[in-house]
């Protein structure tokens, strides 16, 4: 079974990690990806600042943080679930799995 890896200049915000991390990425610092690779999720630039950020990317974000810990977690203990599962259907499945 192969790891998907993703080069990614460091700092990883914690929205991009939780992105990659969420569609199966083990992220790893640009400074050590081989020569030619190509970046298969390139990053969409955003214009503004951070503060210009809306209460809803923000809960987006905590969100889908919070999904990729639950991921982790249930992928820790073996449990298989769906990349589409929702949070509250993660979060049942890390309870049944405790």
Do not use: C, W
Request: aromatic content about 6%; glycine content about 6%.
């Amino acid at each position: 079974m192969s790891e998907k890896v993703i080069y990614e200049k460091h700092p990883v915000s914690p929205e991009r990690k939780a992105e990659l991390r969420q569609k199966g990425y083990k992220i790893i610092d640009a400074r050590f990806a081989p020569d030619g690779y190509e970046h298969p999720e390139p990053l969409k630039e955003t214009k503004g600042s951070k503060a210009g950020k809306s209460a809803a990317d923000k809960k987006a974000a905590e969100e889908a943080e919070l999904k990729a810990k639950l991921q982790a977690a249930l992928n820790e203990k073996g449990v298989q679930f769906s990349p589409d599962a929702s949070l509250e259907d993660l979060q049942k499945l890390l309870d049944e799995a405790a």
